[in-house]
């Protein structure tokens, strides 16, 4: 979905990137969101270290928040089953997490996690397909994934999310119906994110500490950070790699994964996926993670919420 180079300070600086609307479908008319075109967006320039953070999750109900396990992976007939080869174990959850949210005061915005575990972080946004088999693979291989949903796009079949949550995935936030944030004024932008937490809360019994902007557009500006602080979420994410059908986009140079990157999938049906399905999309994915070598750890089991 976005390419673009990084160098090893991470200063996050990012170019223009082209939409690819077959492979991804994000906000094409197609992929069940908002029925915008394919579009190029300009992701954010300057994004923050994932060191810094602020601000309280509002309504989390008690209990409902998935274990911070480490993920166990699925055993070796379970991968067979997929024709997957299993990627490495991941790592205890670190006691020091190395991203720290704080309750109050500006989001930091990041697309990896420093650490020197080698580990990658999978997430899935916006929530069009919701194909039964992907359930039953991420319930066999048990590998973690955190899904930033679109209201509009899963409010049909909310029910479809909750048992990828029970096994232990975040819910987090991704607006109400996928606008490209930067073209809409501060009010739309507060009600994009607001109402969706609202709803994401009401849902799945635990307010999204996370949120990510579609296209990445707009992430870096004052606007919409305000607008962050404002609905409860605490960091904005976005990401290193997308996964395009069969392969995945790098923005690093050398084109290889890097410990701590934040991984970008999306819920595609074939439709948008060119007769692929999404659990062959996912296991492409899970491929290109195992020939490096990586294993999967849970993003959230990196990141310290906020003190309430």
Known sequence: MKRYGRSRTRTYAVGALALLA?????????????????MVATPPAAAQSSGAASGTPAGQAPG????????AAGDAAAWTKWNLKPLPPAPAPPADKPVKLQRTGPVPVFSDVKTTDKVVFVTIDDGAEKDPKFVEMLTDLKVPVSMFLTRDIVKDNYGYFKPLQALGNHVQNH???????SKIPAEKQKSEICDAQSALTQQYGTAPLLFRPPFGDGANTPTLNTSVQQCGPRAIVLWRESMQIHDMQYQAA???LKSGDIILAHFRGPKELKG???????GELLAR???QGFAVARLEDYIQAPAS
């Open 64 to 71: 409902a928040t998935p274990p911070a396990a480490a993920p």
């Open 22 to 38: 077959a492979a991804t479908g994000c906000g094409s008319g197609g992929s069940g969101g908002s029925g915008k075109a394919a």
């Open 254 to 256: 050398d084109q290889k």
């Open 289 to 291: 993670i195992q020939e």
């Open 175 to 181: 607006t109400v119906d996928h606008p490209v944030m």
């Open 276 to 282: 692929a399905t999404m659990t062959q999309m996912f």
